[in-house]
């Protein structure tokens, strides 16, 4: 009898937990007044409430995949909440009907699916990742076409090009018509002379010009911030000096090649620190040490604000200081890389605060959109529409509390599942179909939003080639271009950036 009793409570608290509805705080972000709102569901499901102040009415009142709420009205930014069952559907689409004489909009994950007008003040950009200039170079099994004009005919205006600090003699000492001449090294990624090659190349296709420093003789990204090794264990005064020098040095001679460069990205997802000036979070990582109490410094923000970005903010003055003294009309731009990655996006808004209190001398404030490339590291798979837009939205408007308009200075969508260890986000699979679905969505909700002035596409040129290790088998995924140089559907998105006549 007491294992009949046992049976019929654990089956009792199953059912229980299968019956637990979902519920989700829809926002209106449609830009008008709302007289209704239509919700599709992943599958049949029945409403259990919803807010009736709002919208009294509801049809059907059954079960259903598609429901409509209506009888009220609810203003641009207000809340509508629902729940419903069983709780392993979701919405999957929203449609906000407009008031009497206001323009129908429909939102998808990206927002109000706007029309999209070409704006020379909003920076669409490729960030190139120079492996379409080495394999042209040094694969002798290379086919493709130079995709630099392809992205420039499909409405790319911008090239960000990554540069290290390090300078390869034997680029430097050959003509670049000879460099296939020359045996692979992996000294020549993103040296000196590559980095100055692709500029030019990126010149002569008609692209604007964007110049990455690393700052560092290794590639830069959140993960590693490491000085070059001739600045390692210089103090923060001589490492700054080191710094303005090198930037002043950089900006200067590449306009005497004749380059010119209008914006300038300091390194990049640099809300941790740069130039080995961060928390220590191992022996090899690190040279501020990290507080006794509370060194969670994802949410220790004070810690961050006396220890970390004053030391930070020192450094980029100075390298800020180089370029404007060898240009003066140079842009800057300075971006993070935790975009709804943590609670509230707290370092995100955090470091742009302490950067303005602390006096750097930037035009942009920058965000990495989050890839789902790292396992464990993408919340977008099961995220609500509203949630999502929420989270955006209230990063974008505190940062432009700051007077600092946002470039999304990094994003980019598998067109497949290979080398990808997460699940695709609603509405968005890992298709090429997806993926231009993506690019269409993500690039009118940027141009629609006056405080987000540009997109970076990061690494569009990426050739796959045969002899790819699993490990890079997401870049070619990410790429807008197939292994045999035909275009990706998700490129064509982009056609909508040409000027019209």
Same mark, same amino acid.
Not at 375 to 398: H, Q, T, Y
């Given at each position: 009898?007491?294992?009949?009793?046992?049976?019929?409570?654990?089956?009792?608290?199953?059912?229980?937990?299968?019956?637990?509805?979902?519920?989700?705080?829809?926002?209106?972000?449609?830009?008008?007044?709302?007289?209704?709102?239509?919700?599709?569901?992943?599958?049949?499901?029945?409403?259990?409430?919803?807010?009736?102040?709002?919208?009294?009415?509801?049809?059907?009142?059954?079960?259903?995949?598609?429901?409509?709420?209506?009888?009220?009205?609810?203003?641009?930014?207000?809340?509508?909440?629902?729940?419903?069952? #069983?709780?392993?559907?979701?919405?999957?689409?929203? =449609?906000?009907? /407009? @008031? +009497?004489? *206001?323009?129908? &909009?429909?939102? $998808?994950?990206?927002?109000?699916?706007?029309?999209?007008?070409?704006?020379?003040?909003?920076?669409?950009?490729?960030?190139?990742?120079?492996?379409?200039?080495?394999?042209?170079?040094?694969?002798?099994?290379?086919?493709?076409?130079?995709?630099?004009?392809?992205?420039?005919?499909?409405?790319?205006?911008?090239?960000?090009?990554?540069?290290?600090?390090?300078?390869?003699?034997?680029?430097?000492?050959?003509?670049?018509?000879?460099?296939?001449?020359?045996?692979?090294?992996?000294?020549?990624?993103?040296?000196?002379?590559?980095?100055?090659?692709?500029?030019?190349?990126?010149?002569?296709?008609?692209?604007?010009?964007?110049?990455?420093?690393?700052?560092?003789?290794?590639?830069?990204?959140?993960?590693?911030?490491?000085? #070059?090794?001739?600045?390692?264990?210089?103090?923060? =005064?001589?490492? /700054? @000096? +080191?710094? *303005?020098?090198? &930037?002043?040095? $950089?900006?200067?001679?590449?306009?005497?090649?004749?380059?010119?460069?209008?914006?300038?990205?300091?390194?990049?997802?640099?809300?941790?620190?740069?130039?080995?000036?961060?928390?220590?979070?191992?022996?090899?990582?690190?040279?501020?040490?990290?507080?006794?109490?509370?060194?969670?410094?994802?949410?220790?923000?004070?810690?961050?604000?006396?220890?970390?970005?004053?030391?930070?903010?020192?450094?980029?003055?100075?390298?800020?200081?180089?370029?404007?003294?060898?240009?003066?009309?140079?842009?800057?731009?300075?971006?993070?890389?935790?975009?709804?990655?943590?609670?509230?996006?707290?370092?995100?808004?955090?470091?742009?605060?302490?950067?303005?209190?602390?006096?750097?001398?930037?035009?942009?404030?920058?965000?990495?959109?989050?890839?789902?490339?790292?396992?464990?590291?993408?919340?977008?798979?099961?995220?609500?529409?509203?949630?999502?837009?929420?989270?955006?939205?209230?990063?974008?408007?505190?940062?432009?509390?700051?007077?600092?308009?946002?470039?999304?200075?990094?994003?980019?969508?598998?067109?497949?599942?290979?080398?990808?260890?997460?699940?695709?986000?609603?509405?968005?699979?890992?298709?090429?179909?997806?993926?231009?679905?993506?690019?269409?969505?993500?690039?009118?909700?940027?141009?629609?939003?006056?405080?987000?002035?540009?997109?970076?596409?990061?690494?569009?040129?990426?050739?796959?080639?045969?002899?790819?290790?699993?490990?890079?088998?997401?870049?070619?995924?990410?790429?807008?271009?197939?292994?045999?140089?035909?275009?990706?559907?998700?490129?064509?998105?982009?056609?909508?950036?040409?000027?019209?006549?």
């Amino acid at each position: 009898m007491k294992r009949l009793v046992v049976v019929v409570l654990v089956v009792g608290l199953a059912a229980a937990v299968l019956c637990l509805g979902s519920t989700e705080s829809l926002t209106n972000h449609s830009g008008k007044t709302a007289s209704g709102v239509v919700l599709t569901f992943s599958e049949s499901v029945r409403i259990t409430s919803y807010d009736q102040t709002v919208f009294p009415k509801q049809d059907p009142a059954g079960r259903a995949e598609t429901f409509s709420f209506s009888g009220g009205e609810l203003a641009n930014g207000g809340r509508f909440k629902v729940t419903w069952t #069983p709780n392993s559907e979701e919405i999957v689409d929203t =449609e906000w009907i /407009a @008031a +009497r004489g *206001e323009t129908p &909009t429909k939102e $998808t994950l990206a927002g109000p699916d706007e029309p999209y007008v070409h704006d020379p003040s909003f920076y669409v950009g490729a960030r190139l990742s120079g492996r379409h200039l080495t394999t042209r170079i040094w694969d002798p099994e290379w086919e493709w076409d130079n995709p630099l004009p392809v992205l420039r005919q499909h409405g790319f205006e911008w090239a960000i090009v990554s540069m290290r600090t390090t300078s390869s003699a034997a680029l430097r000492s050959t003509s670049v018509n000879q460099w296939n001449t020359l045996p692979w090294q992996s000294e020549y990624w993103c040296s000196v002379e590559m980095a100055e090659e692709m500029l030019r190349e990126a010149a002569d296709a008609g692209f604007h010009l964007c110049l990455y420093l690393n700052l560092s003789d290794t590639e830069t990204n959140g993960g590693q911030q490491h000085a #070059p090794a001739a600045w390692v264990g210089l103090s923060v =005064e001589e490492t /700054a @000096a +080191r710094v *303005e020098e090198y &930037t002043y040095t $950089t900006a200067r001679h590449l306009a005497e090649l004749g380059l010119k460069i209008e914006l300038y990205s300091m390194s990049g997802e640099i809300e941790w620190g740069i130039l080995d000036f961060r928390p220590a979070w191992s022996a090899t990582d690190g040279r501020i040490r990290l507080p006794s109490t509370n060194p969670d410094i994802t949410t220790n923000m004070a810690y961050m604000r006396k220890e970390v970005w004053p030391i930070e903010a020192q450094l980029l003055r100075a390298g800020i200081a180089g370029i404007r003294r060898a240009d003066p009309s140079a842009q800057i731009l300075l971006y993070v890389g935790c975009l709804s990655l943590l609670p509230n996006d707290l370092p995100t808004v955090s470091f742009f605060e302490a950067m303005v209190a602390e006096g750097v001398d930037f035009d942009f404030a920058g965000f990495s959109w989050v890839y789902p490339y790292a396992a464990g590291l993408w919340p977008f798979a099961k995220m609500a529409v509203s949630d999502f837009l929420d989270s955006v939205d209230s990063i974008c408007e505190r940062i432009a509390v700051l007077g600092k308009p946002i470039i999304i200075a990094e994003c980019g969508y598998p067109s497949s599942a290979s080398g990808v260890p997460e699940a695709p986000m609603p509405r968005y699979p890992f298709t090429p179909a997806g993926q231009a679905q993506w690019v269409h969505d993500r690039l009118r909700y940027a141009r629609n939003d006056p405080r987000i002035r540009g997109l970076f596409y990061f690494a569009p040129d990426w050739p796959e080639r045969p002899y790819d290790g699993a490990d890079l088998a997401h870049m070619s995924s990410n790429s807008l271009f197939f292994a045999d140089g035909t275009e990706k559907p998700a490129l064509d998105e982009f056609l909508v950036n040409l000027p019209q006549d």
